[in-house]
């Protein structure tokens, strides 16, 4: 099976309803409302909340009645070596994300609603309660802002012109060779005067946000290693459909699957090669390599 | 000038109006659409200033002047390096759009940033970014205010838990010079401070901006601050804000308890529920510096 245009939009627009009536205001009202009520995950810093279950289980009940015959992979019910994404239609969630900027009120808290079709992001709604934006797309139907077309003004798009959305993420031991080194380092050459000397990293903590501000434009890019599929799922769609492309963060990775957990987003508004020739720039001062 | 002469609640309310009602729409609608920039030379050729920068800094020096004859003016565009001193005259200390490489990228973080300091102290401090539409301004004695309505600093911090670098997240920006003993102070502190052996802190977020970073630890988004580069202008709006919510600026090397304005480094923190409590995190913040930073 695969979907029609027709039945993406529709999809897209029940993602939208569901994101704005009933996720939205639950993650607005209790957004840095449980500063000593969280569980620990991998170690203490990447947090679980009991809100993001809560809201995980909202998702997944609407979805399956809606849609009984799709698949379902969500943060809270993944389960590490088991949950596989398969070719047909899966909805791939993150119910909070940026959950340390929930806890904390950081106000770039989302939640991320993507729908996958033979391994590939095809429908993308992400919406932030706190800034009031839902960017939303699917695949052959252009990418919205809030309802509005997204369009990246064309300009140059060159390394030492841009900023890029550094995350810091979660996982910080420090080890020859660990994912934390080789952030710290390939950040430091990217901005370093000798290196590649960008105009500016950014962070907000939130994956989904930092690939919307790439399809928007807002952002030229952004690099990072750690995040999942549910992380990257919606935003990718939507990037693809303002024009720009989604690669690995390990030099060479031209194709990556869904769940690749290192990526690379460049924005479009720039030819095919001036892309290409950005993401070989960039990828020239990753220092190390990332592997999950 | 003595200080009881001066209304600094009217001083605050027209600056916001001045921020909101001329500089903002300014910012809002030439944001991202300068591409042709020119670059600072040396050090700072990442800063980029961009002819609107300037003309929006002519604009409120003009409109200050002409209400406020007596204040001292500083503003980044006219400012001359060892020529430009804050004195203890009443002294607009402002920044025209604060965060340019945002403006000139149009990430939604360039805002404008108006403070005045009296006896060298900031008193009146009003922060606008057009882009979210959040107006946050202050002046000394009068709280703080939210697009207009008084903010409730005390609930918020009491909600929050204690303040521990554990716990915190914190505003750590490169800037714009990027070699050096400086540059290096800040990748070394930033590595031991988000390190699993070192403060281990929650997260660090970066917004290119000093004004916006200090505005957000005052509505309680982020608990620190941590920079040096900065100038007078970059700080003297928010500096005031936090204060007016129980917050502190100290400096960004270890022993900096009391600095000036123009201290050109950093650390700026949240109110908490006591004194004690925003001193022990001060000091575990610096414990995690390498180094020092240092500017001329």
């Known amino acids: 099976m695969v979907l029609t245009k027709e039945q993406l939009k529709e999809v897209e627009t029940s993602l939208i309803q569901l994101a704005q009536k009933e996720i939205g205001p639950l993650i607005k009202s209790q957004s840095g409302t449980k500063f000593e009520s969280y569980e620990d995950k991998a170690n203490n810093v990447d947090l679980v909340t009991v809100v993001d279950k809560k809201v995980e289980s909202i998702v997944q009940d609407f979805l399956s009645k809606k849609y009984p015959d799709f698949a379902f992979v969500g943060e809270e019910g993944f389960i590490k070596g088991e949950t596989k994404i398969g070719d047909k239609p899966t909805f791939i969630v993150d119910p909070i994300d940026g959950t340390t900027n929930f806890i904390h009120g950081y106000p770039y808290s989302c939640t991320s609603l993507g729908l996958s079709e033979n391994g590939k992001a095809v429908v ?3 919406h932030n309660p706190h800034l009031n934006q839902t960017f939303h797309a699917s695949k052959g139907n252009g990418a919205f802002l809030n309802g509005e077309c997204i369009q990246v003004t064309p300009r140059p798009l060159i390394l030492q012109k841009s900023i890029i959305g550094l995350e810091s993420g979660s996982e910080r031991a420090e080890s020859p060779g ?7 380092r390939t950040t430091n050459n990217l901005l370093s005067e000798k290196g590649g000397f960008i105009h500016g990293s950014r962070s907000h903590g939130s994956t989904a946000m930092d ?5 928007t434009g807002l952002l030229d890019a952004y690099w990072e290693g750690g995040p999942w599929a549910w992380d990257v799922c919606a935003g990718w769609c939507i990037i693809e459909e303002t024009g720009g492309i989604m690669v690995g963060a390990n030099p060479g990775e031209w194709e990556i699957p869904l769940e690749n957990r290192r990526y690379f987003a460049v924005r479009g508004g720039a030819k095919k090669e001036e892309q290409t020739w950005f993401v070989e720039s960039l990828w020239s001062h990753v220092e190390g390599r990332l592997s999950y | 000038m003595a200080a009881k002469e001066i209304d600094l609640k009217a001083v605050e309310e027209f600056l916001a109006d001045l921020a909101c009602n001329k500089v903002g729409p300014i910012i809002k609608s030439k944001s ?9 030379t040396g050090a700072r050729n990442v800063d980029i200033v961009t002819t609107i920068d300037k003309q929006v800094e002519q604009i409120v020096w003009n409109t200050l002047k002409s209400q406020y004859p007596g204040f001292q003016f500083i503003g980044e565009e006219s400012y001359v390096k060892g020529v430009t001193k804050i004195t203890d005259d009443p002294t607009f200390i402002i920044d025209p759009i604060d965060g340019t490489t945002n403006f000139v990228h149009d990430f939604p973080f360039s805002c404008t940033s108006l403070g005045m300091t009296l006896n060298k102290e900031p008193v009146v401090g009003v922060i606008y970014n057009p882009h979210l539409n959040l107006l946050v301004s202050a002046s000394r004695g009068n709280g703080v205010k939210v697009n207009g309505e008084p903010f409730n600093y005390k609930e918020k911090i009491s909600s929050m838990g204690t303040l521990q670098l554990n716990k915190s997240i914190v505003g750590l920006q490169p800037g714009s010079a990027r070699e050096g003993p400086n540059f290096k102070c800040k990748a070394s502190t930033y590595q031991n401070l988000l390190s699993v052996d070192g403060g281990f802190i929650h997260g660090s977020r970066n917004l290119g901006s000093s004004a916006m970073s200090m505005a957000y630890i005052a509505l309680g988004s982020l608990d620190a601050y941590w920079d040096g580069g900065c100038y007078a202008w970059d700080v003297c709006a928010g500096w005031c804000i936090l204060k007016e919510t129980g917050g502190r600026v100290v ?5 900096e308890w009391d600095i000036d304005v123009d201290n050109r480094s950093y650390l700026a923190l949240r109110g908490a529920h006591s004194g004690e409590e925003q001193e022990k995190y001060v000091k575990e913040f610096w414990s995690c510096v390498i180094g020092n930073l240092k500017y001329d």
Request: hydrophobic share 30%.
């Open chain 1, 124 to 126: 993308g709604v992400v």
């Open chain 1, 178 to 184: 660990s994912n934390f080194e080789t952030k710290l």
């Open chain 1, 211 to 215: 690939l919307c501000y790439v399809a």
């Open chain 2, 32 to 40: 991202g659409s300068q591409q042709n920039y020119e670059l600072k």
């Open chain 2, 251 to 255: 400096g960004a090397n270890s022993g």
